[in-house]
DNA sequence: TGTACATCAGTGAACGCGCGTTCACTGATGTAC
DNA sequence: TGTACATCAGTGAACGCGCGTTCACTGATGTAC
């Protein structure tokens, strides 16, 4: 005969039944943007669906206003999160947050890997074409990140090169978006390939001239 | 006493109350589409909303079925007008489809007219985030316009210049697209301009290299 | 060339679906005593 | 530390607006004779 002791967390109890802690209120207002974040750089800042985000994160659509105080007020603070998500990924890798050289910047960001998870890529590029055409608001967060983007090409060059231009370290920047989107927008994976490659030689050519 | 003799001209009658000529359809049709090709420029893939876009054409929306099987439709045709019309003023003014030199080409793509007229402008840029995002009809057609620009690109050059190998095409193709927009994205204006000189310079140089 | 009729482009009311938002309710959390 | 109560995160039904689509109708076009 033996006795069976059945401990259940309450952590565990509580996420499978119905919890309200402030921890767990913290950590699905976190889960929500960050998903948030990731399917506008998806799918466009006009593409978040609330009952199917809610759902992604595991609840239901009621609670969502609990969160956000609408749809727009979600859609604003998703837009900064993907700017700031995308940067600490654009950058190389997810832990470090700084370049380690121009060249190695250059090439993460023209990769296949980030070519193909836009989600979880740089919000630049996946998001420019909308910020053309949305508010002075997310144009701003668009033009903060533009720039810190050409600082961290600038503070990648080794001590022995020339110091890049503010101009040409921006007109390097465009060609990364150009290159990638259009990687993005072509249906020809060989075609979406050389534009990677090719647009990494005149970023590279021009880094080194 | 005089005589009145009131001639109402049947085109000028026609336009002002209920016209249906054939005539006037294929009229309508062509200002329907055009508006749209226009309208997607502007705001986007999704932002055709059928009842704007019959007035905008001076009609109802109930008529908007005897041009188009659905919106669905529409927005196919409207996206193929798009590239072919902002091609020709890609090209360099709206009459001839030729660019007199690529570094014509280069200067217009990236002049302020340019960037503030998306409407009427190269739809590669306009679309290109929409369409990474899109079906692969969609990316089929830019794919045909983009090839099409790289070529404009080498016709381009003078006699005397060496060819330009396709990659290196694509990359500045890239870059014209990537300057362009985010010349469009960003709220400060100097900046803008700025990402235009600078874009334009890098392209420019990478055509005499 | 004129007349009768069928066609069909365009009109505007109405329909119905998707989706953001609201609301009454549940039950665990967390605080007051 | 235990008990009573207020708070509030989350639920899911319901609401209402926007918008694509349909439909009965109008009247000019265009064709048949």
């Not at 700084?98 to 998001?127: M, Q």
Request: charged residues 25%.
């Amino acid at each position: 005969m033996s006795i069976i002791i059945l401990i259940v967390k309450p952590s565990l109890k509580a996420r499978s039944s119905m919890g309200h802690s402030r921890a767990e209120k913290a950590e699905h207002h976190d889960r929500i943007l960050g998903l948030a974040a990731q399917r506008i750089r998806e799918a466009g800042l006009d593409a978040i669906n609330v009952a199917e985000l809610m759902r992604s994160a595991g609840l239901t659509h009621g609670g969502f206003y609990r969160h956000f105080a609408s749809r727009e007020d979600l859609v604003a603070e998703a837009l900064a999160r993907a700017f700031t998500d995308g940067a600490a990924r654009a950058m190389g890798g997810q832990e470090r947050n700084e370049p380690r050289s121009a060249g190695h910047f250059v090439r993460g960001y023209l990769s296949k890997t980030h070519r193909d998870d836009p989600g979880h890529g740089c919000a630049i590029t996946a998001l420019a074409g909308d910020i053309g055409r949305a508010d002075s608001d997310a144009k701003a967060i668009l033009e903060t990140h533009l720039k810190a983007g050409a600082d961290a090409l600038s503070r990648g060059l080794a001590e022995d090169e020339p110091p890049l231009p503010h101009g040409k370290a921006l007109a390097i920047m465009a060609a990364l978006v150009g290159g990638l989107t259009l990687a993005r927008a072509v249906g020809d994976p060989h075609l979406s390939d050389l534009l990677l490659r090719s647009t990494r030689e005149l970023a590279l050519s021009a880094l080194s001239s």
